[in-house]
């Protein structure tokens, strides 16, 4: 019943895309597919490559889907996708990044031996709370509807410390900022398991290598890290 009242709504109130406006195609959800392809910059990351001198070893991939762009498109809509609570948003870029996994894991060949699934990077309760949900989770939710790969419960990880605002902080002081963040709950990772951690925006990696190493305290040899853009 619900379906088809949403239906009949679409009809009379066709949805508009968050980017540019202009209506929607049925069965899209905020952004429409001009823009999904060509309104912003793949990164050099894309494909994973390591820089080796950076990352641990037992990061086996790193990838950011597009470039951030102060005050462009990308900035708009993270901001619409965490203030303004459009769930739809962080579904579409996860579907987005999901394809990317799926073409980027198979080339590396990690899908022959590994069965991906993905960690988002939790939020503080209370942050949760005045936000509504988690932006990392619903990028997760739009991988799982392209890969299939499923998602931790929301309280397979927590967020322990109340951290200071990352702002104007060095690389190192963030580090510091953030060491023993989170927490993880009874979880058991298999060996043949490749977790993946899934956030929106990668800046200095301070926060996503705080929640990688915990991951890897309880039993990860590997570790992917995804995220929509890069700063
Ligand atoms: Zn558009």
Same mark, same amino acid.
């Given at each position: 019943?619900?379906t088809?009242?949403?239906?009949?709504?679409?009809? +009379?109130?066709?949805?508009?895309?968050?980017?540019?406006?202009? #209506?929607?195609?049925?069965?899209?959800?905020? &952004?429409?597919? =001009?823009?999904?392809?060509?309104? $912003?910059?793949?990164?050099?990351? =894309?494909?994973?490559?390591?820089?080796?001198? &950076?990352?641990?070893?037992?990061i086996?991939?790193r990838?950011s889907?597009?470039? $951030?762009d102060?005050?462009?498109p990308?900035?708009?809509?993270?901001?619409?996708?965490? =203030?303004?609570?459009?769930?739809?948003?962080?579904?579409?870029?996860?579907? *987005?990044?999901?394809k990317?996994?799926?073409?980027?894991?198979?080339?590396?060949?990690?899908?022959?031996? =590994?069965?991906?699934?993905?960690?988002?990077? #939790?939020?503080n309760? +209370?942050?949760?709370?005045?936000?509504?949900?988690?932006q990392s989770?619903?990028?997760? *939710?739009?991988?799982?509807?392209?890969?299939?790969w499923?998602?931790?419960?929301?309280?397979a990880?927590?967020?322990? %410390?109340?951290? %200071?605002t990352?702002?104007?902080?060095?690389?190192?002081?963030?580090?510091?900022?953030?060491?023993?963040?989170? %927490?993880?709950?009874?979880?058991? &990772?298999?060996?043949?398991? +490749?977790?993946?951690?899934?956030?929106?925006?990668?800046?200095?990696?301070?926060?996503?290598?705080?929640l990688?190493?915990?991951?890897?305290?309880?039993?990860?040899?590997?570790?992917?890290?995804?995220?929509?853009?890069?700063?």
């Open positions: 019943m619900r088809i009242y949403n239906g009949i709504l679409d009809i +009379l109130f066709p949805g508009i895309c968050a980017c540019c406006c202009s #209506p929607l195609a049925e069965g899209t959800h905020q &952004i429409c597919g =001009y823009c999904i392809k060509n309104k $912003f910059e793949l990164t050099d990351k =894309y494909l994973g490559i390591r820089d080796d001198d &950076i990352l641990p070893e037992y086996a991939f990838t889907m597009w470039e $951030f102060q005050s462009g990308i900035q708009q809509l993270m901001h619409k996708l965490k =203030y303004e609570q459009v769930y739809g948003l962080g579904i579409d870029f996860g579907k *987005e990044l999901g990317l996994l799926r073409t980027l894991l198979g080339m590396q060949g990690w899908l022959f031996c =590994y069965q991906p699934f993905l960690i988002p990077v #939790p939020l309760t +209370l942050r949760r709370r005045e936000r509504g949900f988690n989770r619903a990028i997760c *939710e739009g991988i799982e509807q392209v890969t299939g499923s998602t931790v419960p929301q309280r990880f927590t967020r322990i %410390k109340k951290t %200071k990352q702002t104007g902080l060095s690389s190192a002081e963030r580090k510091n900022n953030l060491r023993g963040a989170f %927490k993880a709950n009874n979880l058991n &990772i298999l060996p043949y398991e +490749l977790p993946v951690i899934v956030d929106d925006v990668y800046t200095t990696g301070a926060t996503t290598m705080e990688a190493s915990t991951v890897k305290h309880i039993g990860a040899e590997r570790i992917g890290i995804a995220t929509v853009a890069e700063a």
